[in-house]
């Protein structure tokens, strides 16, 4: 797919919007999306985000006191600017109001490139790093992040809070690799509005790194395409796989 045939809409969700299902971008007549459950892995460690404006995205615990996200969720359209670190929230287990934790955040990191006020922003860049001011629940361990190029036909998993059923963790379990366009990773992952920032999980390596999730971050769901079939967006990991390890290699000094 051509770079320039890209028309996307970014999923994050807005405060007080409801949609019928078919006028919902990046979901496809058949709906795959389905309940799943908070607390099993890997869901436990998909996370929402909110802002102090009510606006909410989805994101990812990758490290003890690291998530992350879509960098156009923090984006404050009124101010064109990001919104300060204080105003975000990051809600553990989050089902139907209820969560197992609140951590508040301490830093926001985003790509120099993304600017969301640009007339065409660099899509690619749309990606933030989250550190928490305190470390995230046993509960919810880690993900690994998967920094490999994917090939077309690859099985995925894409999870978040939609616009739809924002109150429940929704997620299409059954979804595939589609290639890679103007340097996002292109899926066919049933997302919507208020799944950016969601985990494209990849599905790793037997034996590798064995204690840890089966599962691992391909990618940050950040755009849906406009066309009848599905054709969604994400952010490979590799944008943002240098940034985490480099905190990893701090922390461990």
Known sequence: ?????????????????????????????????????????????????????????????????TVVTAAHCLFN??????????????????????????????????????????????????????????????????????????????PLMLGGYSQDRAQILMADRDCRMLGESAGLLVHDCDATRGTSGGPLLARRADGEEGARSAWAVAGVGVAAGHAPAVRNFAVPAGRFAALLAKDTAAEQR
């Open 1 to 65: 797919m051509a770079a320039a045939a890209l028309v996307l809409s970014t999923l994050a969700g807005a405060p007080g919007v409801r949609a019928e299902r078919p006028l919902l971008p990046g979901v496809g007549p058949g709906d795959r999306r389905v309940p799943v459950d908070a607390s099993a892995d890997p869901w436990r460690s998909v996370v929402r985000v909110q802002t102090n404006l009510a606006g909410r995205c989805t994101g990812a615990l990758v490290g003890p006191r």
């Open 77 to 154: 359209p009124r101010t064109r600017r990001f919104l300060q670190a204080s105003s975000l929230h990051v809600l553990f287990g989050y089902d139907r109001g209820e969560f197992t934790r609140h951590v508040t955040v301490a830093r926001v990191r985003t790509d120099p490139a993304y600017d969301p006020a640009a007339a065409n922003p660099v899509v690619s860049a749309d990606w933030a790093v989250l550190t928490l001011a305190e470390a995230a629940p046993e509960s919810a361990p880690p993900l690994p992040v998967l920094a490999v190029p994917l090939p077309a036909g690859t």
